[in-house]
């Protein structure tokens, strides 16, 4: 794949439809396709009041910090990256962050994570831990990380590169990949695929939802789950009778 192919522009229709489905199906969809691990381990949503959240990467790499390169003032050792990251992360973006998995400090706080969700962007995503995780909770922005982590980014981290290919909770993400979120965790669906997977995995979503209709009802999983033709049959004669939009 080019570069030129890879920034192709993605559709509103296309990210509001890969918004609308859970994780799960999400990961299913790129099973098919023969991507077997595209979610991010271990890292958990903090905000109570955002259940998720679908948006472009937009990435930041760490590297440990060094005492005769990162000063005790980031900003005058002149890494400042991270601020840079927030002010020019595009609207609808979401903030990827290559921590190396590493908690010993944190890769932001409610500073940071205020500004980003007031400049627009989708969220703010790391394998490593945030500050702050109290108001984190009630702040209406998406974030997600390994843990909540009091010490400050600077004591541990250096921040190395922005939009550069990074790995994050074992999963290589590339600036531009589309990460999808909810309360269970976080899919990366390679750019290349979000168009063709959107509107298939939202007819996955509602087909199981009727499929989780029955089970529920005390039928079987035989026949059900995965549907026969005759349930296949059932749910689309119901979607004739009562047509819904996708």
């Keep these: 794949m080019t570069d030129e192919q890879q ?10 439809k890969l918004g609308r489905v859970s994780t799960s ?7 098919k396709r023969g991507f077997r691990q595209p979610t991010l381990l271990g890292v958990r949503p903090l905000s109570q009041v955002v259940d998720g959240f679908v948006g472009e ?3 930041m790499r760490f590297i440990p910090a ?4 990162n000063t005790l ?8 990256l991270q601020w ?3 002010e020019n992360v595009p609207p609808g973006h979401v903030i990827v962050v290559d921590s190396r998995g590493d908690t010993s400090a944190a890769s932001g706080g409610d500073m940071l994570m205020t500004r980003a969700w007031k400049r627009g962007a989708a969220g703010f995503v790391t394998d490593g831990g945030l500050r702050d995780g109290q108001i984190l909770s009630q702040l209406p922005f998406a974030t997600y990380a390994s843990t909540v982590t009091i010490t400050t980014r600077a004591a541990w981290h250096h921040v190395a590169d ?3 290919p990074i790995g ?5 993400v590339y600036p531009g990949d589309v990460l999808v979120g909810d309360r269970d965790g976080i899919v990366v669906v390679p750019r290349a695929l979000a168009a063709e997977i959107a509107g298939p995995a939202l007819e996955q979503e509602q087909l199981e939802s009727y499929i989780s209709t029955k089970i529920h009802a005390g039928e079987p999983l035989w026949g059900n789950y995965p549907p026969s033709e005759q349930t296949i049959a059932e749910y689309k004669a119901l979607q004739e009778e009562s047509p819904r939009g996708t």
């Design 84 to 86: 840079e990251a927030i």
């Design 73 to 80: 003032d980031p900003y005058r050792s002149g890494n400042t």
């Design 25 to 31: 199906t999400l990961a299913t969809q790129l099973y």
């Design 66 to 69: 060094r005492e005769d390169v």
């Design 168 to 172: 994050c909770a074992g999963v290589a």
């Design 57 to 59: 990467a937009f990435t």
């Design 7 to 16: 920034q192709e522009p993605l559709s509103r229709e296309v990210l509001d």
């Design 162 to 164: 922005l939009q550069v």
